[in-house]
Protein backbone atom coordinates (compact mmCIF):
# COMPACT_ATOMS: atom_id res chain seq x y z
CA UNK A 1 0.00 0.00 0.00
CA UNK A 2 1.41 3.74 -1.17
CA UNK A 3 1.23 6.75 1.25
CA UNK A 4 -1.43 8.16 -1.26
CA UNK A 5 -3.32 4.80 -0.92
CA UNK A 6 -3.73 5.04 2.94
CA UNK A 7 -4.32 9.03 2.45
CA UNK A 8 -7.11 8.73 0.33
CA UNK A 9 -8.50 5.41 3.01
CA UNK A 10 -7.99 8.04 5.82
CA UNK A 11 -9.81 10.73 3.68
CA UNK A 12 -12.59 8.87 2.85
CA UNK A 13 -12.86 7.35 6.54
CA UNK A 14 -13.13 10.94 8.08
CA UNK A 15 -15.47 11.61 5.16
CA UNK A 16 -17.94 9.15 6.51
CA UNK A 17 -17.46 10.07 9.53
CA UNK A 18 -18.37 13.73 8.95
CA UNK A 19 -21.45 12.47 7.43
CA UNK A 20 -22.59 10.68 9.78
CA UNK A 21 -22.49 12.59 12.77
CA UNK A 22 -23.37 15.32 10.51
CA UNK A 23 -26.82 13.48 9.47
CA UNK A 24 -27.17 12.48 12.74
CA UNK A 25 -27.21 16.02 14.18
CA UNK A 26 -29.86 16.94 11.60
CA UNK A 27 -31.87 13.12 12.26
CA UNK A 28 -32.18 13.65 16.15
CA UNK A 29 -34.44 16.93 16.43
CA UNK A 30 -36.21 15.93 13.41
CA UNK A 31 -37.26 12.44 15.27
CA UNK A 32 -37.97 13.77 18.37
CA UNK A 33 -40.41 16.23 17.10
CA UNK A 34 -41.96 13.41 15.13
CA UNK A 35 -41.34 14.66 11.95
CA UNK A 36 -40.94 11.44 10.69
CA UNK A 37 -40.23 7.87 12.25
CA UNK A 38 -36.83 5.97 12.58
CA UNK A 39 -36.38 4.19 9.43
CA UNK A 40 -39.08 5.72 7.08
CA UNK A 41 -38.73 7.94 3.88
CA UNK A 42 -38.10 10.53 5.94
CA UNK A 43 -35.11 9.72 7.43
CA UNK A 44 -33.80 8.04 4.41
CA UNK A 45 -33.82 11.50 2.64
CA UNK A 46 -32.29 12.99 5.08
CA UNK A 47 -29.24 10.78 5.56
CA UNK A 48 -28.95 10.45 1.93
CA UNK A 49 -29.25 14.18 0.90
CA UNK A 50 -26.96 14.46 3.77
CA UNK A 51 -24.10 11.99 1.75
CA UNK A 52 -24.77 13.61 -1.44
CA UNK A 53 -23.64 16.75 0.40
CA UNK A 54 -20.57 15.61 2.24
CA UNK A 55 -19.61 13.42 -1.12
CA UNK A 56 -19.43 16.85 -2.80
CA UNK A 57 -17.92 18.42 -0.41
CA UNK A 58 -15.22 15.73 0.06
CA UNK A 59 -14.95 15.69 -3.43
CA UNK A 60 -13.57 19.38 -4.10
CA UNK A 61 -11.52 19.48 -0.93
CA UNK A 62 -9.54 16.57 -2.08
CA UNK A 63 -7.01 18.50 -3.92
CA UNK A 64 -6.35 21.13 -1.53
CA UNK A 65 -6.29 18.64 1.61
CA UNK A 66 -3.63 16.68 0.44
CA UNK A 67 -1.39 19.42 -1.27
CA UNK A 68 -1.62 21.61 2.06
CA UNK A 69 -1.45 19.30 4.75
CA UNK A 70 0.52 16.47 3.17
CA UNK A 71 2.45 18.25 -0.05
CA UNK A 72 0.76 15.89 -2.63
CA UNK A 73 -0.39 16.30 -5.87
CA UNK A 74 -4.09 14.46 -6.39
CA UNK A 75 -1.75 13.20 -9.08
CA UNK A 76 1.15 11.81 -7.25
CA UNK A 77 2.42 7.90 -7.07
CA UNK A 78 3.97 8.17 -3.80
Do not use: C, E, R
Amino acid sequence: MTKQDFIGIIYVSIAVIIWGTIGSIIDYPLLNKNVYLAGSLGQITTFSLTGIFTTLIAIFIYKKVLTKYFGQNSNSNT
